[in-house]
């Protein structure tokens, strides 16, 4: 049961959304496929005035690639991901990552969009969309703007999202890669990152490295890929590397990990992080899905 | 506000607040029991119902986004008598005491429909996230491996 009252809009289109939003300033909630937001509603975590719906705004659902870059509606839910051919062909990362998210029938309703705009610590889509050169683009009451993925996460739980603002796709820029992303869970087929890694390798051995639930947000290591670039991995560079991670996150003790294991387990799944996206960058590693943790 | 929805096959058209949540309303208003009200934040799977053909977890839906959709229980599976599958899981006992076996079953179905010959690791894969406290699930699997012509690979 949810304790408190509140308006529910379903409006029709974009700007019909951003409307509703200038209403009612600071008391919206946009509610897509609901799986964080229900549950809070219920836990009393948030009491907006109004959801907004915009399940029936067009467009938001679609996958589409253009000249330089893969396009995801804001609707699109894990379960459309994972059987989105044009997206296992583009961004196999992204893949990975969403058939480890909850169960089917969360992952048949959750949106990506959804999960980067929660913004918990161990959102899924956050490490990988940072290892992506991904673009967040938004719509308010001032038009259109677009947000580097480096800036979205700016604080726990926080965005860079205005009250007014919706997000209408993520846009993931076309380049040749292979990638990773490593979860540690409880157990295997519904659990919350206790510890995420995501790495991709383009060419001329350029990385990216992101952690996710060891940190109030998922964030991307310039340490590490700085120490890496240019460079083909061998043990003594993995072990170097691996050697930073315990300065370079902050995770916390609580029900599901102590820090001391999420630290250690965060090393060992960067390890095998890199020599995967790397083999997967040179075609000799393991299919997208097979996971090595 | 109103809210026109199918269940089962029939059309209903209900008055609700847009605080309820859709598990209380097909319980109490609609009088269909077989979604059961378990942890109430997704965990469990034992709200689960079919939507548009796809499983949700009916805790985590507000009554009034079902409006204009469709949707099965394992009350609208059943009206021809039992499916295959359902009539698997009873010879290979896969069920206790049967509190999460509606949700089980349409998860199983949804799978079925999507992928008519699973592996194990897509049994498995399915149905996680729907909880089991009395049979260690292995009954439940095996069932699904038989309806899925798979047996016990």
Redesign the interface.
Known sequence: ????????R?PASLGEAVGIMSEYPGSVQI?AG??DL??W??DDAVAPDV?V?I?DVPGLRDITVGDDALSIGSLVTF?ELIESDLVREHAPLLVEMA?TV?????R??ATMVGNICSAVPSCDAGPVLLVYDTTVHVAGPAGERCVDINDWFVGLRQTALTDDEVVTRVDIKLRQHGGVYVKLMRY???DLAQAAVGVVVYPNNEYKVAFGAVAPTPFRSTRIEDALRGKLLDEALVAEVVAVVADEISPITDMRASAEYRTRMTEVMLERGLWEASARFAGTGSDYGVRLI | ?QLITTVNGEDWTLDA?????LL?VLRERIGIKSPKIGC????C?SC?IIMDG????S????A??ADGHEITTVEGIGYDGLSELQRLMLGNNSFQCGFCAPAIVL?AT??LEHNPNPSRHDV???L???LCRCTGYEPIIEAVLSAGGGGTE
């Open positions: 049961m949810i304790a408190h009252e509140f308006d529910y379903r509610l609901g799986t229900v549950a509603l219920r959801l719906d399940k379960t058939e909850a169960s089917t029938g969360i048949n309703r295997a087929g519904e | 506000m607040a847009p605080a309820d949540v209380d109430e934040r997704g965990d799977g689960t796809r499983t949700v977890r805790c985590l839906v507000l009034v986004e998860a949804e799978l498995q894969e399915a996680a996230g729907n």
